[in-house]
């Protein structure tokens, strides 16, 4: 009678109905973050008490402006934010304002979790597979070696085929088992002001299609003076007045061309500008490199508040100097706009060393990864600090767009490994071999399904973006390193930032659907840090 009560049990386990509501929000195109606010108020209205949503922060206002609310929403059973103990997961969207996909897989993740908070079955996907795939092998072959006179040769097989990797296995495998064990705070939108102001024209033509990055900090020129640095990284105390000022520039024109590639430099009279390289087909660090070999005359990379645009029109070979005079009144010289969130955090801030060339663009102004004025400067930054200080954090998910690859610390080098054993428990693995090994396991899950699309197949795992150095400042290498957090960047959709109106509405949903079964896992794994 016991085998067979067994039977009866693991056959509901693997016939349990298959969950395919979630992700749909895609379907109604472009979304505001208020509108992703109200959305969020009304997941929470509706959870039974198993969600909670806050502002959490504003960003930087202006006069006449008042800053964004971000928005946070909790889930967790008897979700309450006043739960500070309980073992916390944060999951993050749109730290880049032109990372449209973000949002929506956070998002879809809430739904998920909240349409199946009373769900004792195995967590399964929109096609039905099983999550936690390991976690019901291991309870399956248990079953059959209880009852292994009676299984058929296949069944044994199964039975004893090995685990694809037993050390982190989590035990969970139900939403409702996950959501009495931990709390998750999910925030689609941390840089509001970013996202919302790249769905204007003037934001989605931003750094040539690419759409607008940074947070929208307006940079006061009054008390920002201008600053040279050296080759090897160091600054100036006063700028050198023997040398031509160059600085990275926006191009007046439509192409594949970096801004990074674009420097334009001015004379030392101050009286003309020029374009530094007239080709544009130079790889940035090339570039760099160029501008200190210069002798006649000398010249030097520099930073200040204001934006510096070369415009095609003043010379059609890019190549004869125009007039000071003239670039003013071509709104050649501009406010600078913005710091980049995701180099604002407080490990590695600003770093030089292995950061060849990058420390120069992170220092710019008007640069798409400027860092900011010092570090935690901005105040969506400073939300995540008195997040995760007030919370249990244990684990994060900071989502980007741009590749397929599921990412953990460290960003800032290609050479740089963790250390420690914080987070292998008492299997004792490195924290290196376990974020290698969750990190291959996500992207095997993201790559499960065809979903007919070549920007959302073939995840891998990796320390790096693309295997280099992105920058110095980011969030998983502070919150690990800082915090021992299992902090991990997961990139939702390869090449591609923003969209039309159509697109959205057809590619976004598949982006959310092959995310959120990743998500789910690595919530599986991360409530067993509790146990730490």
């Known amino acids: ?29 472009f979304k505001s973050s208020a509108a992703i606010g109200r959305y969020l108020n009304d997941l929470a209205a509706n959870s039974s008490g198993f969600a909670v949503t806050r502002v959490i922060g504003t ?82 072959q248990a079953r059959r070696r209880s009852i292994d006179n009676t299984s058929s040769e296949p069944d044994r097989i199964k039975a004893a085929a090995p685990l694809q990797d037993k050390s982190i296995v989590p035990r969970i495998v139900s939403v409702r088992k996950l959501l009495q064990s931990i709390q998750i705070i999910i925030i689609p939108v941390l840089n509001p002001a970013g996202y919302d102001y790249c769905f204007l024209p003037e934001g989605r033509a931003s750094y040539y299609g690419a759409g607008w990055r940074e947070n929208r900090r307006i940079h006061d020129p009054l008390t920002n003076r201008t600053i040279c640095y050296r080759q090897d990284g160091t600054a100036y105390d006063t700028p050198p007045a023997d040398a031509e000022h160059c600085f990275l520039a926006d191009y007046d024109d439509e192409g594949d061309v970096e801004e990074e590639s674009v420097i334009v430099c001015e004379s030392r009279d101050d009286t003309t500008i020029h374009l530094f390289h007239p080709e544009l087909s130079v790889a940035s660090s090339e570039m760099f490199d160029a501008v200190y070999r210069s002798s006649n005359p000398e010249r030097v990379i520099c930073a200040s508040p204001r934006r510096r645009v070369w415009k095609t029109q003043w010379a059609a070979d890019d190549e004869t100097p125009v007039k000071m005079a003239v670039s003013l009144a071509d709104g050649y010289l501009g406010e600078s706009q913005g710091v980049d969130l995701n180099r604002n955090f ?15 663009r992170s220092r710019s ?22 997040l995760v200080a007030k919370k249990n954090v244990v684990a994060l998910i900071d989502y980007h767009s741009g590749s397929t690859q599921v990412l953990y610390p460290y960003a800032y080098s ?8 914080f987070l292998g428990g008492k299997s004792g693995k490195s924290d290196l071999e376990v974020f290698r090994r969750i990190t291959k396991k996500i992207a095997s899950i993201l790559n499960r399904h065809d979903r007919g699309d070549k920007s959302i197949v073939n995840f891998t795992a990796a320390q790096n973006y693309n295997n280099t150095s992105v920058a110095s400042g980011v969030a998983r290498d502070c919150y690990y390193r800082t915090e021992k ?8 959709h390869d090449k591609r930032y923003i969209y039309g109106d159509e697109e959205f509405r057809s590619i976004v949903p598949k982006i959310c659907r092959t995310n959120v079964p990743g998500a789910v896992w690595f919530l599986f794994w991360a409530a067993g840090l509790g146990d730490r």
């Open 485 to 492: 957090i299992a902090a991990i960047n997961i990139e939702v």
């Open 365 to 386: 102004f008007g640069s798409r990864i400027y860092r900011g004025e010092r570090k935690i400067s901005e105040n969506e930054t400073k939300v995540m600090e008195k």
């Open 59 to 140: 960003t930087q206002g202006s006069p006449g402006r008042p800053g964004k609310k971000i928005v946070a929403l909790l889930i967790g059973k008897n979700a309450s934010w006043s739960d500070n103990r309980k073992p916390t997961v944060i999951i993050t969207g749109s730290i880049h304002g032109n990372e449209w996909a973000t949002p929506e897989v956070c998002i879809g993740i809430a739904e998920y979790l909240l349409d199946n908070k009373d769900n004792d079955s195995p967590a399964r996907d929109d096609k039905g597979f099983i999550i936690n795939d390991d976690a019901v092998r291991e309870l399956d």
């Open 414 to 421: 290609t050479g740089a490994r963790v250390e420690g054993t």
């Open 346 to 360: 407080q490990y590695k801030w600003d770093l030089t060393k292995d950061q060849k060339h990058l420390f120069i």
């Open 1 to 29: 009678m016991k085998k067979f009560f067994l039977v009866l049990f693991f056959l509901f386990l693997w016939t349990a109905p298959v969950f395919g509501g979630y992700c749909q929000n895609g379907d109604k195109g």
